[in-house]
């Protein structure tokens, strides 16, 4: 603000001793701007903060709506320790866990694989866009049925081609370890394909001179993908690596439309489980301890995120 | 490798690969959806619908309420959308032009509480909406998905926002506009690119929600597309003709959007990906 400073610098130095550099207009600025950033913070706090609060205070209390005579006392610990000897709560974070273990790397391996084949100077480009695309802006819950109707036993995709090639049909949806291997199938095509627009934006941004140099080096094409492309696409990997993370950490859409995390509980997640113990079971008390302790591990996951991501546009920036 | 001359077929595969993985799903509910119960129930499958039939649209129509879904899901996801826009709009602003103190901090707890896990949310937000008797009402699922979209807006806006001199504005300032009617003005028409794109990712954001939906508004009369496809049940078995005839119907006006908006569309996506 060059104006303000070449205008009113010695009146706001006298007046304003403990802030000699603002200007009244600069104040004036600043308060216009705590006025315009109080939008986002009422909003944050009505639907974020204060629901956390009352997750807090939730997760201590005997709070069963199917039980409204006994109120919700306090009752300290005792929802959490009922989670750590809750098997059902240490399988459903034991298959989030094989679901994240498998997804993300497998997400950005695939997602890898379709940036470096959309990376080719097509000159109709809108089938390749449009395909990284679609899958993105399909409703998870939308991939999760279609993939249900592809490995339908008798009627479905899957079995009727591994049958025409002269394999047996398969259980999938039915056989626990079939329906982990199903649902993970449909999660990384539904989610390869974001991972796959960050990173064909960053192999855009590997300049076309690298390559040339190791052409006339004699480097072959396979070391230009481990010695520049790799190194370059890093920053762009991690950070697709760390965003799928978080968001694995909630899968529910998927598993919920092609299992509803059957057999059994064989493929239900934390947050199915969650969402059982809460919205069917109307046990509030214990969802939210099952809730705090999922927000614990994300905080984890998002703070490290967060780091990264600052840091890094600070390294690219020069 | 743009320079390296190909062989004009690989390049072809490659499209073509990466364009079935991303159409084949969405070109297979579409043959489903055009056959007949009994075709589908003939073995081997057929690929092309024997007798295309359009009848599975019209049970979609008179069977369910779809049209209601459909509503329920424009209605919200616009809603939610202009009120994500508006309240990002004037954070980034906030944050690009004017002296708030320690803007990076003030960005960074805003993206932190923002992208607070839903999961977590849900079970309080329950609480909250039966409280004030807000189950199965729009604002229910307005207000928690205007948050949804707060960090990528936030980021897209700042990054637009960013790209506009601050000469303009001060000119339009000397020439006796408020701060407030140069960012309406100037700020906002020069950056129409970055608030429609913004507005995209949210509308598709709120669009493509299932979890809160299902939650906080599970009444079929209130459901949106997402909910009440998937809750749809027939009288004997999961009927997929008609699943996948309200798949295309719930499908198409997103595809169009996208398809429409594409670059903007994988401009923004990749601006708040990598950034935020």
Redesign the interface.
Known sequence: MSTAETTLPAVAAAEVRQRPRLSPLERGERRLGILLLAPAFILLAAVVLYPIVQLIITSFQFNQLTQPWMGTPFVGFENYARAFSDTRFWEATWHTFLYILVTVPGAVIVGLGLALLANQPFRIKWPVRLGLLLPWALPLVFSGLIFRWFFEYSQGLVNNTLIALGFAAKPWLTDPTYAFVAICIAIIWKTSSFVALVLLAGLQTIPRSLYEAAEIDGASKWQQFWEITLPMLRPAIVVALIFRTITSIQTFDIPYAMTNGGPGNSTETLAMYIHQTTIDFLDLGYGSALAVLMFIVSVIATAGYLRYTRRDPGQKAH | ????P?PKKM?WL??L???????F??L??LF?SFKTESE??R???TIWPAAPTYENYVRVFTDQPILTFLFNSFMVALLSTL?CI???A??A???V?????AP?L?L?V???????????????????MRALSLLNTWPALI??Y??LS?PVC?LVLISFFQDIP?DLE?AAM?DGCT??GALWKIVIPLTAPGVFTAGILAF?NA?????LA??LSPRVSSRT??VG??LYQGEFSFP?PI??AA?IV??VP??I???VF?DR??GG??QG????
């Open positions: 490798m743009m320079a390296l190909k390049v490659a499209a690969i990466v364009a079935v993985n991303g159409f799903p969405a297979w509910i489903t589908l129930m073995i081997p499958i009120l508006t309240v990002s004037c954070a602003y906030a944050l032009r004017l002296r708030i103190p990076n003030v960074s805003l993206l932190a509480i923002a992208m607070f896990p839903l999961i977590s949310l849900m079970v309080p937000l329950f609480q909250t207000l928690p205007a948050v707060m936030t601050r001060n000397i701060r407030l598709v669009w493509d929600e299932f979890l299902l939650t597309l997402p496809i998937t997929w699943i996948s798949l719930a499908i997103i595809s959007l996208i398809a594409q569309v994988v996506l990749t990906g990598v950034k935020g």
